[in-house]
C-alpha cells in the first residue's frame, strides 16, 4: 500500500465503515466455522452445556443440595437417572448445576487475562524501549510458576470460592497473550500504515486501542479457545484438592474427589463428572482447532 492510499483510507475511515467492516469479518467467520465438521461438534459441544447451564434453575431436576441419607448410593433408574452420591443427593441435578460455576470460571478468567495480555503485549510491540523489556521480564516471571502450582498456593492462601479460583488462575493466564500480541505488533511498528497515522497527529493511546489491538483478536480468539480446556483442568484440579467452591455447592472436580474412595462399589458417583471435564474440555478443543483453520490464512 503506498503513501497516498494509505492516507486516502485514513481520511475516508468513519465509525459506520469500521463497524460494517466488523460485522462483515465476523459474518464470514462464523460462516466458514459453520462449514468445519469439527467446528460444527465444537460448538455442539459447549452450546449444549452453556444452554444446560443457563437452565438450570428452571429444569425438572431435583435440588442439587438437598440430602436423603436413606436413597444414599443408589446405581443409576428412572427414580435417579444418573444415581446419587454419598448423601443420596441427585448426581444429574448437581453435574448440571455444577456447570455453571465451571463455566462462570472459564468466562471469567478469559474476560480478565486476554484483555491484559493484549493490552501489556501490544503496548510493548508499539512502544518498545525500556517498556518492552520491563513488560516481557514481567511476563517472564510469572510464565515462570506453572499454572495449576500457582493457582494451588494462591487459592489455599485466600478464603475458597469462585472469585478466588478466578484470581488464581487470570494470574497466570495472561502472559501468552502479552507475547503473542508483542510478536505481532512489534512485526508491524514499521508498517506505512502505522507510520501513516503517526503523521497524522494519532496519539500513542489511539494508535494503540484502535489499530494495534485489533491486529492481536484473530489470533486471541483461537487463543482463548485453546487455553479454555486447560482454565476446566484447573478448575476441576482446585476442586479436587477442596479449594474450590465451598460445599455442598456443586462442582465437578469435588464431586469426582467425592467418589474416587468408592469407585469400584458406586463408580457413577465420580465417572459421570469426570465424563463432562472430558466433553467439555474436548468441545473446547474442537472449537479452538476449527478457529486456528478458519481464522490461519495458511490453513486450507
Known amino acids: 500500500m503506498s503513501s497516498t492510499s494509505t492516507l486516502q483510507w485514513f481520511s475516508t475511515d468513519t465509525p459506520a465503515t ?51 441419607l436413606g436413597e444414599r448410593l443408589l446405581p443409576p433408574s428412572a427414580q435417579h437417572l444418573l444415581g446419587t452420591d454419598t448423601l443420596g443427593r441427585d448426581i444429574l441435578s448437581r453435574v448440571v448445576h455444577g456447570a455453571r460455576p465451571t463455566l462462570a470460571i472459564v468466562a471469567l478468567v478469559l474476560l480478565a487475562s486476554v484483555p491484559a495480555g493484549l493490552l501489556i503485549g501490544a503496548a510493548a510491540g508499539l512502544w518498545g524501549g525500556w517498556l518492552d523489556a520491563v513488560l516481557m521480564r514481567l511476563s517472564d516471571v510469572f510464565m515462570a510458576f506453572p499454572r495449576l ?72 480468539v483461537v487463543r482463548a479457545a485453546l487455553d479454555a480446556p486447560g482454565i476446566v483442568l484447573i478448575i476441576s484440579g482446585l476442586g479436587f484438592l477442596g479449594l474450590g ?51 490461519d490464512p495458511g490453513v486450507k
Request: net charge positive; glycine share 6%.
Open 18 to 68: 469500521r463497524t460494517q467492516a466488523r460485522l462483515g469479518a465476523v459474518y464470514r467467520l462464523v460462516r466458514r466455522l459453520l462449514m468445519h465438521p469439527i467446528g460444527i461438534a465444537g460448538l455442539v459441544i459447549v452450546g449444549l452445556m452453556v444452554l444446560a447451564a443457563l437452565l438450570a434453575p428452571w429444569l425438572p431436576l431435583a435440588n442439587p443440595i438437598t440430602q436423603s
Open 149 to 220: 502450582i500457582l493457582a494451588i498456593a494462591v487459592a489455599a492462601t485466600l478464603s475458597s470460592g469462585l472469585w478466588t479460583a478466578v484470581i488464581a488462575i487470570a494470574l497466570t493466564g495472561w502472559p501468552p497473550y502479552a507475547r503473542v500480541a508483542r510478536a505481532e505488533v512489534a512485526a508491524l511498528r514499521q508498517a506505512e500504515f502505522i507510520q501513516a497515522a503517526k503523521a497524522m497527529g494519532v496519539s500513542r493511546l489511539r494508535l494503540l486501542l484502535r489499530h494495534a489491538l485489533p491486529l492481536c483478536l484473530p489470533s486471541a
Open 245 to 295: 467452591l465451598p460445599p455442598p455447592a456443586p462442582e465437578w472436580g469435588a464431586m469426582v474427589a467425592e467418589g474416587r474412595a468408592i469407585v469400584f462399589e458406586a463408580w457413577w458417583v465420580s465417572t459421570l463428572p469426570g465424563v463432562m471435564i472430558l466433553m467439555l474440555s474436548l468441545g473446547f478443543n474442537f472449537l479452538g482447532d476449527a478457529l486456528r483453520d478458519v481464522v
